[in-house]
């Protein structure tokens, strides 16, 4: 680990201009690539204390052992350069977005004599028009079959063509009108390329005029008569109405735009882009990729801009593009719309949707985000060499002396400490067992204390599984433990049956009327949500009870750092671990459990109401005083006589609800989260 101060540039080395700037390691490989408006203050700032750094960054600085920056003239100049030293360079800090796919591409190659309609996939060539991506091969060849009708260009391959020249005969599409034929000399080369240019103005957006065209030219044949040229054009249009129904229509004014969205979270990104041309969608493609740099929403969305357009001229870029972030810096936005209008060779408008349609659709882009990167992830956890990798992974960081087949992970939330509650979620062979996740209340203490509610919950598992133990049997006197003393714990669906599964041994874990034991398989590693205060906390309830057989790791808030007992340095996995990926969606679900649990019993406390403690007081009649009152405000201030007014309240039922009322203490004044206000409470509210 090298330290930054031993490359750190002299003052005023630096210069206060714009620039690029790349980090190498000390095998003089660049490991990062930059940009700034201004190089001084931004290189200064990776040679602060580390303590101030994000992990990312400090992991980068560290791994870096050189510095060097190149100095231009202006920052869309910035943009360009770092863009050619990614390319070049490929950086391993740097965020680069991979395909979750080969995209498919319609192509047609003005490149050649006769251009080709044909599906590509892979780099773009030079001379050739692509329309797309598709999501589907067979997808742009429904399309091209409707067309071709209309507009009869060749489809074939070289040999197919060169064949077809020697013998002097058209291939099948040429004989029922679907290809022109050129080679056989049907059409010139000059009327062949006329097609293709049609071809591709129809498939850029241009429609409404050619069919136009062709209504007028059906129109005139059926004037003079001429009943089959006007029925021909009459099934043209059809067909060329059928292809464009095929992208429905999003936006009504024609746009031609990109709409670009992201769904992150700590360790990954996914990107989809929607390409709308015309006003509707022809084409859509995704990326998913590591968060290997500090980077937030508009810098990912900077870095897919840079691969969307950094190889694109002309009209692939469009008039817009609308993404869901842009930099904080105005300058630096106007660097970025500055670039792509240089690409296209126009103005292209770059901004944040904020109403309407667009707005709309951004949305949709939107949830195609969020669920490309939820089905990324699940692709990732359910390959099983990835899931053995990652526990191997996880085995060697902790130097365990087996991989953890069953991990337990514990979480606390609260709301500013009310509402104290954990969680405890189990993963075997790399995969959540749903059925074993527990939930816990917090009650040795009141208040907020994540420390101290974190050894409470520790020790209560583990008095559980001490206390199994003894009633199989499964130790001696000697190794005795204090019994847990809650047995209020929810429980899942039981415990697994059986011996010896997933490679362990041990008894049966259902007790003899079949139902499923409690805690009583224990886990190899036992992972907290915290640092070094929370891994203390919880080794030293295992350590209390006489648990040595079990690991405990804490995993920080940021995910970068495993936490040990007795260490002051964290374990640091490296950002391509399949284990830190698995520690980071074992924390997560523990997380969401956790909070999942604390609302619920949020939820259910404030829908307490003094009447729920009436005797013989059922929810028809709680609901019927409300309706008469309006509010248990004024329920409360009600006299027995008035509450006997409502129909099915006898006396005797008034009087316990009056007592009821006297008893409880007057809620808090309700508040109005929007604005602050306080109201009173007059309305319908069914709770006090």
């Known amino acids: 680990m090298a330290d930054p101060s031993s490359y750190r540039p002299k003052p005023g080395q630096i210069p206060d201009s714009p620039g690029v700037y790349k980090f190498r390691d000390d095998h003089r490989r660049v490991i990062y690539v930059g940009k700034a408006k201004s190089l001084r ?42 863009y050619s030293w990614i390319k070049e360079y490929d950086p391993r800090f740097n965020v680069k977005y991979r395909d979750d796919k080969s995209y498919p591409y319609l192509a047609v190659t003005l490149n050649e004599e006769f251009p080709r309609v ?24 429904e399309t091209v079959d409707l067309m071709l009708r209309v507009f009869p260009v060749r489809t074939c391959s070289a040999g197919v063509f060169k064949n077809a020249e020697r013998t002097g005969r058209p291939c099948l599409l040429g004989y029922i009108g679907k290809c022109s034929a050129p080679c056989v000399g049907r059409v010139t080369p000059d009327e062949h390329r006329q097609l293709a240019e049609e071809f591709c103005d129809f498939m850029a957006g241009r429609t409404g005029a050619y069919i136009r065209r062709l209504e007028q030219r059906m129109a005139i044949a059926a004037e003079d008569m001429e009943y089959e040229k006007a029925g021909r054009l009459r099934d043209d249009i059809g067909a060329l109405r059928r292809a464009m129904e095929k992208s429905a229509v999003v936006l009504a004014d024609a746009t031609d735009a990109d709409l670009i969205a992201v769904a992150e979270d700590e360790l990954e990104a996914a990107v989809q882009i929607f390409h709308v041309r015309g006003g509707r969608v022809r084409g859509q493609r995704g990326w998913v990729t590591d968060k290997v740099e500090a980077v937030d929403t508009a810098g990912l969305v900077e870095h897919a801009l840079q691969q969307l357009y950094g190889e694109e001229i002309g009209d692939s870029v469009p008039k817009e593009v609308l993404v869901p972030a842009l930099p904080e810096d105005p300058l630096a936005t106007e660097a970025l719309g500055q670039w792509l209008s240089e690409r296209r060779g126009s103005q292209v408008s770059l901004r944040i949707p904020q109403r309407g349609d667009k707005k709309d659709l ?56 009310d509402d104290v509650v954990a969680s405890m979620v189990v993963f075997e062979d790399g995969l959540a067992r749903k059925g074993e996740y527990r939930r816990f209340q917090i009650k040795g203490f009141e208040g907020q204390d994540d420390v101290r509610s974190m050894h409470e919950v520790i020790g209560r598992r583990f008095k559980r599984y001490l206390a199994e133990k003894e009633r199989t049997g499964e130790w001696t006197a000697e190794e005795e433990g204090p019994a847990d003393e809650d047995a209020n714990l929810p429980a899942g669906n039981g415990q697994p049956e059986g011996n010896g599964r997933n490679g362990h041994s041990g008894p049966s874990l259902k007790d003899d009327d079949g139902r499923p034991r409690r805690f009583a398989y224990p886990p190899q590693l036992v992972v907290v949500d915290g640092g070094q205060p929370q891994v203390a906390a919880a080794k030293r309830a295992m350590d209390e009870l006489g648990i040595d057989d079990v690991a405990v790791c804490g995993l920080a808030k940021r995910l970068e750092e495993v936490w040990v007992p007795d260490d002051d340095d964290p374990v640091v996995l490296p950002r391509s671990s399949e284990g830190l990926y698995l520690l980071q969606r074992v924390r997560d679900e523990a997380h969401r459990f956790a909070i999942a649990y604390q609302r ?89």
């Open 118 to 141: 044909q599906v590509m996939r892979g780099a773009k060539k030079k001379g050739v028009r692509y329309f797309g991506p598709y999501g589907h091969a067979w997808a742009i060849r």
């Open 362 to 417: 951004m949305a949709t882009v939107g949830r195609n985000a969020q669920q490309s990167l939820v089905l990324h992830k699940t692709k990732r956890a359910s390959d099983l060499t990835t899931r053995s990798r990652a526990l191997e992974e996880i085995a060697g960081a902790l130097g365990l002396d087996s991989v953890p087949l069953r991990i337990e992970c514990f979480d606390i939330s609260h709301l500013q400490g």
């Open 600 to 688: 619920a019993k949020r939820a259910k406390r404030i829908r307490t109401s003094p009447l729920d403690d009436v005797p013989g007081l059922g929810e028809t009649r709680k609901q019927a005083l409300i309706k008469h009152f309006g509010s248990v405000k004024k329920l409360r201030q009600a006299t027995i006589e008035q509450i006997c007014e409502v129909p099915g309240l006898g006396r005797k039922t008034a009087e316990s609800v009056a007592v009821a009322l006297a008893q409880a203490a007057p809620a808090a004044p309700a508040v109005n989260t929007a604005t602050g206000e306080i109201m009173e409470d007059d309305g319908g509210s069914t709770h006090d």
């Open 41 to 82: 203050p931004r290189l200064s700032s990776y040679f602060q204390d580390l303590a101030n750094l994000h992990p990312r960054t400090r992991t980068m600085v560290t791994t870096a052992a050189s510095v060097e920056w190149t100095v231009v003239s202006t920052e869309v100049e910035a943009l360009q350069l770092e």
